[in-house]
C-alpha cells in the first residue's frame, strides 16, 4: 500500500476517539493523497477526488454514528447450561387396547402422543431448572449487572470504527448504523466458563431492513482451577464474571460490526465446511462449521450449519483451553496444572495493542 | 395335569433359549496384545451409507406410517456423506506408530463374510482370517467394524418415542491369528441429539450438526483404547 493510503487506513481502523497523534495521522494522509495523487484508501475518495487540497479547504472527517439499542430487560440475562440431554432422547411405550376399532386405535395413538409429548416437556423443563438453580451463588453479583451499565462498557471496550452509544429501546435515534441485540449468558456445567448466546442485527440509517442479522455464541475463556467453581468468578465483588460479560458483548459487537461492513471475502465466507472440536469450558464439544477466521491462542470464528457465528478456542489450537480470550496475551492452561492469569482489568483489545505499537512506530 | 404342565413348561424354556446366540461382550485390551515386536494388520469394513431407523415401528402399517412421517429426513440423510468415518482406520494406524507397534495397514474394505465360518464361541472369531496372517505377515488383525450410521428414532407402534438422534455404531477387535481368540472386544454405540430444535427441514442443520458430531466421537471412542 502507498505512503498516504497506509496513513489514511491507520487513521480509519484506530483512530475511534481521536487523540492528538491522529488528527496528524489524518492530515498527513490527506496532504500525501492531494500531492502524491495514488489510489485513494477506503473512506478518503471524497478527499482525493479534490486535486489542489489546502488544509484550510479540508474537509473534516466524520466517524460514523451506531445506536446501539438496549433490549427490553433491565438486567442481563443469566442462565445455568443444561448438561443433561433426556428430554431429547426415548419418552415411554405403550399398549393399545384391543378390540376398541379403528376409532379406539386413533384415540389411543393421540393419547400416547399427548403423554409423550408431555414426558418430554416437563424433562426439558426439570433440566432447565435444575441447570438455573447453578447460578443461585451468584445472583448477588448477577443482579447488580445492569444491561444499559454493562452493554456501555462494552461499546467502549470493543473500539469500535464507529463512534457509539446505547439508546433505550423505543428511543428515535439519527445515527449511521443501528445495533440490535438480544443477550443471554449461560454459565457451562462445570462453571469454568461463561458463553453468550445473542441475535444481533444490524441496520443501516434509520428504519431499514437489517444489513446483517445473524446468532452469535461467544465463549469466554476457562477460569483457572479452584477450590470452588465459584471462586474465580465471584473474587473481589464478582471481578472476573463482570468482565466477562463485558468482554463477551464487545466482542459480539465487533463481529456484527464487522460483518456489517465488510464485504463476505473479507470474512472468510467461502472456506470449507468441516468438523471443529472446540472448549466449552473444560469440555470438548463438536460443531460442523466453516472456519472464518483464526486468532492466536487457538481461538478461531466459526459459521456452524445453521448460520450462526461462534467465538470458540479450537481443540486443535492448544492441548488445553486457553486462559486468555481472544485479544488479549496468550495464556494456555497446562494439562494438570492451572496458570494464573493476568488481571482481568490490564488485559487490552488486539485493536489497541495495535493502534500503541503503531503510534510507538510513528 | 402336572405333567402336561411340566412339559409345556419346557418346550416353552427351549423354544425361548435353545435358539439364542449369546452375544460376545466386551474383552478388555489384553497387555501383550500390542506389544512393539508384535505385527499387526488394521482392517476396516466398508463404510455404510447413511440412513434413518425407526426401531419400534413394528407392524407394516406402522413401518409404512413411520418412513411417510420420516420421509424428508431419510432424503436429507441420503445426502450425507460418511467418508469421515473411514479416516478412522488411519487415525488407528497412527496410534499404534506412536506405540512402536509394527502396523500394516490392509488394502480395501474388509469383508468379513468372504473368509470360512467358524463355530459361535464365547472369546473365539466366528471367521478364520488366517490367509491374511500369511499374505500379510501379521500375527494379530486388528478390525474396526462400521455396522450402521444415520439417524435413530424410538417409535412405539404409530407413535415417535423420541426425537431423531444422529447414530453411529461400530465394533473395534482385534484377533489373535494363531489362537483365532479375541485380544480386545470394543464395541461402540453413539446417540447424540441435535442441539436446539431438530425439525429444521430440507437440510436439518441441528441434526447434521449432531451427525458429525457422533461420528467423531464414535471415532474418539473406537482410538481411545489404542491409545
Known amino acids: 500500500m502507498k505512503r498516504p493510503a497506509w496513513f489514511a487506513a491507520l487513521w480509519a481502523e484506530h483512530c475511534v476517539r481521536p487523540p492528538s497523534w491522529c488528527a496528524g495521522l489524518a492530515l498527513a494522509s490527506l496532504a500525501g493523497l492531494a500531492s502524491a495523487q495514488s489510489a ?30 438496549l433490549p427490553a430487560e433491565t438486567l442481563l440475562r443469566f442462565r445455568g447450561q443444561s448438561a443433561d440431554e433426556k428430554s431429547q432422547g426415548a419418552a415411554g411405550g405403550m399398549v393399545y387396547p384391543g378390540g376398541a376399532g379403528l376409532a379406539g386405535l386413533i384415540a389411543g395413538v393421540l393419547t400416547h402422543a399427548v403423554m409423550n409429548d408431555s414426558i418430554r416437556s416437563s424433562q426439558r423443563k426439570a433440566e432447565e431448572e435444575a441447570a438455573d438453580a447453578m447460578l443461585r451463588p451468584y445472583r448477588p453479583v448477577l443482579d447488580q449487572l445492569l444491561c444499559a451499565e454493562v452493554l456501555a462498557q462494552a461499546a467502549e471496550l470493543a473500539q469500535l470504527a464507529q463512534k457509539a452509544r446505547i439508546v433505550p429501546a423505543q428511543e428515535v435515534v439519527d445515527t449511521d448504523w443501528t445495533l440490535k441485540i438480544a443477550p443471554v449468558f449461560y454459565m457451562t456445567p462445570d462453571q469454568r466458563a461463561v458463553l453468550l448466546d445473542a441475535d444481533m442485527a444490524v441496520e443501516k440509517g434509520i428504519g431499514s431492513d437489517p444489513v446483517w442479522r445473524k446468532r452469535v455464541r ?39 460490526m464487522e460483518g456489517a461492513t ?6 472468510g465466507e467461502a ?45 486443535e489450537g492448544a492441548s488445553m ?42 | 395335569m402336572f405333567r402336561s404342565i411340566t412339559i409345556a413348561a419346557m418346550v416353552a424354556l427351549v423354544a425361548l433359549t435353545g435358539c439364542a446366540t449369546k452375544p460376545q461382550l466386551p474383552v478388555a485390551m489384553k497387555t501383550d496384545t500390542l506389544a512393539p515386536q508384535v505385527r499387526v494388520g488394521v482392517a476396516l469394513t ?8 425407526l426401531p419400534g415401528a413394528g407392524c407394516l402399517l406402522c413401518m409404512a406410517a413411520a418412513s411417510m412421517a420420516n420421509s424428508s429426513l ?147 471412542q473406537l482410538v481411545q483404547p489404542l491409545q
Open chain 2, 74 to 220: 431419510t432424503a436429507h440423510t441420503k445426502t450425507l456423506a460418511s467418508d469421515d468415518l473411514a479416516m478412522v482406520k488411519t487415525q488407528v494406524v497412527e496410534s499404534l506408530k506412536k506405540k512402536g507397534v509394527q502396523v500394516v495397514a490392509i488394502d480395501g474394505d474388509l469383508d468379513p463374510t468372504k473368509f470360512p465360518e467358524l463355530p459361535n464361541e464365547p472369546n473365539l472369531s466366528n471367521r478364520d482370517y488366517r490367509r491374511l496372517q500369511a499374505e500379510y505377515k501379521i500375527d494379530k488383525l486388528l478390525i474396526i467394524r462400521l455396522e450402521g450410521v444415520g439417524f435413530l428414532r424410538n417409535y412405539a407402534s404409530y407413535v415417535p418415542t423420541s426425537d431423531p438422534r444422529a447414530w453411529v455404531k461400530a465394533t473395534g477387535y482385534v484377533v489373535d491369528l494363531r489362537t483365532n481368540a479375541y485380544d480386545w472386544w470394543q464395541p461402540v454405540e453413539v446417540l447424540r441429539p441435535a442441539q436446539g430444535k431438530w425439525d429444521e427441514p430440507p437440510r436439518f442443520p441441528g441434526l447434521t450438526a449432531a451427525y458429525y458430531e457422533a461420528i467423531e466421537l464414535a471415532k474418539e
Open chain 1, 262 to 267: 465488510q464485504a463476505p471475502v473479507a470474512t
Open chain 1, 271 to 315: 472456506a470449507p465446511e468441516r468438523t471443529v472440536r472446540f472448549w466449552e469450558g473444560n469440555t470438548k464439544r463438536f460443531e460442523r462449521g466453516a472456519v472464518l477466521k483464526r486468532d492466536d491462542c487457538g481461538w478461531a470464528l466459526v459459521r456452524n450449519l445453521r448460520d450462526e457465528l461462534l467465538s470458540v478456542s479450537l481443540v
Open chain 1, 40 to 69: 485513494p484508501a477506503p473512506g478518503t475518495a471524497a478527499q482525493a477526488a479534490g486535486s489542489t487540497l489546502s488544509p484550510a479547504a479540508l474537509p473534516q472527517v466524520q466517524l460514523q454514528t451506531l445506536a446501539i439499542r
Open chain 2, 46 to 53: 466398508a463404510v455404510p451409507k447413511a440412513d434413518t431407523y
Open chain 1, 218 to 256: 461467544l465463549m469466554s475463556p476457562v477460569t483457572p482451577a479452584a477450590t470452588t467453581p465459584q471462586s474465580p468468578w465471584l473474587d473481589e465483588d464478582g471481578r472476573r464474571l463482570r468482565h466477562a460479560a463485558r468482554h463477551l458483548l464487545s466482542r459480539a459487537y465487533r463481529i456484527a
Open chain 1, 321 to 362: 483451553p486457553p486462559l486468555s480470550a481472544p485479544g488479549e496475551d496468550c495464556v494456555l492452561q497446562e494439562a494438570g496444572k492451572a496458570v494464573a492469569p493476568q488481571p482481568a482489568a490490564s488485559s487490552v483489545p488486539a485493536a489497541s495493542s495495535s493502534a500503541v505499537a503503531t503510534a510507538a512506530a510513528t
